[in-house]
């Protein structure tokens, strides 16, 4: 756990130190050179820095036990950074598009191999960064981390668009292309639309959590079946998964027969437990209760039935 932590905390800190050198490189550029797409994906690395920040608190955070006020520790924290890193990557995408429309119907700048060299650098720094921070944050199923990592690769798309709206329009000057001057806006504008659709679908995931939807079907059949396996299991009254950040909390009711004694009853709560913690490492805590069940009175109620 301590080696994980610091690959997480790790990978971070590298995000936050890159975020910082590639915002001041393609702003400065950009607006040296008057590229509009350069300078909103400046922007947008300008929002990643605030993001990544509250990724390193929220890790920090989310890795601490469980205490009086969250007895169920502090997983979420990562999820409310998830859905921060949503609403920065939206505002993004929109002040990215915004600044690009009014580049397009305003007068096209003329383009330089500077800007396109910056936007090379970022597309490339930016895709090792995602694969690093993907590697790592599936491996610990860091919400944070994660959120990082899809928040690098909104800026690979970004800064591909920037090379190929830029090199789009140097080659277009080169030809005499009138209409490849706007390559460099048109690119803003697909940019912004990609970042959008990532903001909204890391947002979904981020709310879903935090509404506590429960875990897929096909999973929750995996614990039933697990649990019917147990001695002196009767019936399964109900069986609910949530995410809480980083692991799962299972809530389980089952009944066993009337007459068994409190430590019986403890030794199938204890099963059941161990059943679905060994068969799944991201569970952390299994609430069982126990509902008493008698033989006549199933069998009664089951004659009753129609």
């Not at 920040?53 to 979420?76: N, R």
Request: glycine share 6%.
């Amino acid at each position: 756990m301590k080696d994980e932590r610091s690959s997480g905390f790790h990978a971070i800190w590298v995000s936050l130190i890159s975020n910082v050198v590639l915002t001041v490189l393609k702003i400065a550029v950009g607006l040296l050179f008057a590229s509009p797409v350069l300078v909103a994906d400046g922007v947008h690395n300008a929002g990643d820095i605030i993001a990544t920040v509250a990724a390193l608190t929220s890790s920090m955070v989310s890795k601490k036990p469980a205490d009086e006020d969250h007895p169920y520790g502090h997983g979420k924290a990562e999820v409310i950074a998830s859905a921060m890193v949503a609403v920065i990557l939206a505002l993004a995408a929109f002040w990215i598009g915004w600044q690009s429309v009014l580049a397009l119907f305003g007068s096209p700048e003329t383009e330089n191999w500077i800007p396109l060299v910056a936007a090379a650098v970022s597309l490339v720094w930016k895709q090792a960064l995602y694969l690093y921070t993907i590697r790592i944050g599936r491996a610990e199923k860091s919400k944070s981390v994660l959120a990082t990592a899809y928040d690098h690769l909104a800026d690979v798309y970004a800064s591909l668009a920037a090379v190929l709206g830029i090199g789009l329009a140097l080659v277009g000057s080169r030809f005499e292309w009138r209409w490849a001057a706007y390559g460099d806006p048109t690119a803003g504008i697909i940019v912004s639309l990609l970042v959008l659709k990532l903001a909204y679908e890391i947002g979904k995931d981020a709310v879903d959590i935090l509404m506590e939807r429960t875990i897929p079907a096909e999973q929750l059949a995996k614990y039933e079946a697990l649990i019917a396996k147990q001695d002196g299991i009767k019936r399964i009254d109900r069986v609910r998964a949530r995410e809480h950040g980083h692991y799962i909390i299972v809530d389980v009711r089952v009944g066993v027969p009337s007459h068994y004694t409190i430590q019986q009853g403890h030794d199938i709560c204890r099963q059941v437990k161990q059943s679905i913690m060994n068969s799944d490492p991201d569970v952390v805590e299994v609430m069982v209760h126990l509902n008493p069940w008698d033989e006549e009175e199933e069998e009664a109620a089951g004659t009753a039935s129609p």
